[in-house]
């Protein structure tokens, strides 16, 4: 497979490459594969459905295809993941993608498990140490760390914004040791994410060390996240007949969105052949891509504080991306966007789990809002021309698309993507539900752990020192 650049469509390496660099250093752009090769309907069609692992397998394949021997690629896959994503049906239409079952407790897993094992294999025989460097909000650093933590090799650097994630959040950051540190950075999750790209275009610093990236700008980390919704689609289409008795739903999935890494895995996989109809790109006030959706123009922002931090990024990287693969009208076919504040938020926890028994991290909840709307009505206003669709408003913006129908029909199932345990937020889930949610041991072995975390500035030269000094 042949990788180009969201910047410059001239530019062509191979997955080494784009793994093991991140990102162009030249242009600052993102690797993107040049095609999205089809998986063979006989194996799409299988009865019962294929297990997550051959999945992983089947998708894998293509990208790696000349780089990684396939026994090479079974072995990675079955390593990284002992573990799988559970679909839990909530109500007879809505399904809840469980995305924690991995070590850290959040969706990270799949993604940064897939790339540390991708990274140690082609690392075989290098000189010197690589060093990882990753920008989270939330959930990417713990999972990073955990993945690589021990890896013969590799180092990694974690920058998070103090003060603005949950406490056990920090727990499962601060307390790495050997060859993971923690940076806890004076500022914002675009903050950390700027000194990381700033770095990455630093030729000094490259002169220097070898670099690489485990944000989902890394591609290795972006498409094992598709395998999950192939998986999970093929799993609801084989369910739906017995559950809602509907014939030939629109399968939409909901994505609690931040930086728009997990929609685009989404999207990877419906190029691929999953049965999904289309997407909710559902957000917090943080609602860059949603606002240019609804009016084409794309605007990034500071971001601001709310309860689904990992959400919080007013510059999503992977908008590259996304523009990479498809015109604003062809976004808007495939997409509905929707916001919502805090208020809404912890409405949501409450909503769901009266409705439905289930207890909601607030990142999911934010999806689950959007599907709970759209489906009881907003879609049908929106369609007749009777939704407020001031972009400043919470709720849908001012786009109907291609699937809108089958929504307003009752042809519709959704996928809702809970993407972390709500332990990880037990006082927000206390504040809307009245109790916290039972913690799983591995969480609450962090939790008595020293804490090791640099303070650092958001400003480029102390930690381009920093670095030069420690790495």
């Not at 997409?335 to 607030?362: M, Q, R």
């Amino acid at each position: 497979m042949i990788y180009t650049d969201t910047r410059d469509k001239k530019v062509k390496v191979d997955f080494k490459t784009a793994v093991m660099g991140g990102m162009n250093p030249k242009t600052g752009g993102l690797y993107i594969p040049v095609e999205f090769p089809k998986l063979a309907p006989s194996f799409l069609n299988r009865t019962p459905s294929p297990s997550f692992r051959d999945i992983a397998y089947e998708m894998a394949k293509p990208y790696v295809e000349g780089e990684i021997p396939d026994a090479d690629l079974q072995s990675i896959i079955q390593d990284a993941y002992p573990f799988m994503p559970q679909v839990v049906p909530i109500d007879p239409v809505t399904y809840v993608l469980e995305l924690f079952h991995g070590p850290t407790c959040a969706f990270k897993d799949f993604g940064a498990r897939f790339m540390a094992r991708v990274m140690s294999y082609f690392n075989r025989g290098e000189d010197g140490n690589l060093h990882i460097l990753v920008a989270t909000s939330g959930d990417t650093g713990s999972a990073v760390g955990s993945a690589f933590h021990n890896v013969p090799g590799i180092d990694v650097t974690i920058l998070y914004p103090d003060g603005k994630i949950s406490p056990l959040q920090e727990k499962q950051l601060s307390t790495f040791d050997g060859n993971v540190r923690a940076l806890k950075v004076k500022g914002t999750f675009d903050d950390c994410q700027k000194l990381v790209k700033t770095a990455f275009t630093d030729e000094d610093l490259r002169k220097k060390f070898r670099l690489s990236s485990a944000n989902s700008i890394n591609i290795a980390r972006l498409l094992p996240q598709s395998f999950y919704y192939m998986y999970s689609s093929l799993v609801v289409s084989d369910r739906v007949p017995h559950d809602s008795k509907i014939d030939n739903p629109a399968i939409i999935a909901v994505v609690p969105s931040g930086n728009f890494g997990n929609l685009t895995s989404g999207l990877i996989a419906r190029e691929m052949g999953a049965p999904i109809a289309g997407f909710v790109a559902a957000t917090n006030s943080n609602h860059t891509v949603p606002d240019w959706i609804a009016t084409g123009e794309y605007n990034a922002r500071p971001s601001v504080a709310t309860l689904s931090n990992a959400m919080d990024v007013g510059a999503p990287s992977n908008y590259e991306r996304i523009v990479a693969m498809y015109s604003l009208e062809q976004v808007r076919s495939l997409f509905a966007s929707y916001w919502t504040d805090d208020e809404g938020t912890l409405k949501a926890i409450a909503d769901c789990n009266l409705k439905t028994g289930y207890i909601i991290d607030p990142h999911g909840a934010v999806g689950w809002k959007a599907w709970d709307d759209l489906r009881h009505g907003a879609m049908a206003k929106l369609m007749e021309g009777k939704e407020d669709v001031d972009i400043n408003k919470v709720g849908l913006t001012a786009n109907v698309p291609a699937w809108a129908e089958y929504v307003t029909s009752g042809k519709a199932v959704g996928i809702c993507l809970e993407t972390a345990h709500p332990a990880k937020f037990g006082s927000t889930v206390q504040k809307a539900i009245g109790r916290e949610p039972s913690m799983p041991d591995r969480l609450e072995k962090v939790m008595a752990l020293p804490d090791r975390a640099i303070p650092m500035s958001k400003e480029y030269e102390p930690f381009k020192e920093w670095l030069v000094a420690n790495l």
